[in-house]
C-alpha cells in the first residue's frame, strides 16, 4: 500500500488536500499512542485533516505522521517466533478487530471509535495453510540467513478480491493481544517455550 512519513502535520495535511481518496493516519512518537490513528471515512479526507489539527492543537509531542491509502477489507496478521533463524513453534493467523464493536456482515468497519483493540482471533495453522505461504513463509530465507530471533508478524489488509496487502512487520518483540491468546492455545508455559 502506499505509505508516506511526514515530520509534521502541516506537511501531512498539505499531503492529504493534493490527493483524492481516503486515508489512514498515524501519528507517533513521542506522547502519540496506538489509539491515535484515524481512518478517514470521505474522499476529500476531510475528517481526517479536523483530527490531525486537533492532535497539533492539543500541544502533545510527537515525530511524525504516517499517511497510507486505506483499503476496506479484514486486518489479518501471521506470525511465528525464531530461533537462530529457525522457525519454532506454530504458525498464528490472528484476525483483528479495532473498533468498540465488530460490526456486522457486509460492514466495511465496525461500530464506534477506534479503541486500539476489541477482540483479536487467533488460530494455529500448518506450513500447508496459503495465507502464510503468501506472507510470512516468503521470508523464511531471509530470517534463516540472518539468525534472526524473535517473534515476527506481518500485518495486512485482506479486501473482497483476496488480495493481501502487507500494511506492517512487527519483529522482535511478542505481539498485543496474540501473546495472551497464545497462554490459553498453548500446550506448555511461556516461559518453558522461551527457554
Not at 495535511?13 to 502519540?32: L, P, S, T, W, Y
Not at 506454530?90 to 486500539?116: D, S, V
Not at 483493540?117 to 496459503?130: D, L, R
Request: proline fraction near 3%; glycine fraction near 12%.
Amino acid at each position: 500500500l502506499a505509505s508516506d512519513t511526514y515530520k509534521t502535520i502541516e506537511e501531512s495535511v498539505k499531503a492529504i488536500q493534493g490527493k483524492k481518496g481516503m486515508r489512514v493516519g498515524k501519528v507517533f512518537g513521542g506522547d502519540a499512542d496506538s489509539e491515535d490513528v484515524v481512518i478517514s471515512e470521505v474522499e476529500s479526507g476531510e475528517d481526517l485533516i479536523e483530527i490531525l489539527n486537533r492532535y497539533a492543537d492539543s500541544g502533545k509531542k510527537y515525530d511524525g505522521v504516517e499517511i497510507e491509502d486505506r483499503v476496506i477489507g479484514i486486518e489479518m496478521g501471521c506470525a511465528a517466533y525464531y530461533s537462530r533463524g529457525r522457525r519454532t513453534g506454530p504458525i498464528e493467523l490472528n484476525f483483528q478487530h479495532k473498533e468498540i464493536a465488530a460490526g456486522w456482515p457486509g460492514a466495511t468497519r465496525g461500530l464506534g471509535a477506534l479503541c486500539g483493540e476489541s477482540g483479536t482471533a487467533a488460530v494455529y495453522v500448518g506450513e500447508s495453510n496459503v495465507f502464510y505461504k503468501k506472507t510470512l513463509a516468503m521470508f523464511d530465507d531471509h530470517l534463516k540467513a540472518i539468525e534472526f530471533t524473535g517473534e515476527m508478524d506481518i500485518g495486512c489488509m485482506v479486501n473482497d478480491d483476496g488480495e493481501i496487502l502487507p500494511l506492517e512487520f512487527t519483529p522482535g518483540r511478542p505481539g498485543y493481544p496474540d501473546s495472551f491468546l497464545r497462554r490459553s492455545l498453548a500446550a506448555t508455559s511461556q516461559m518453558a517455550f522461551f527457554y
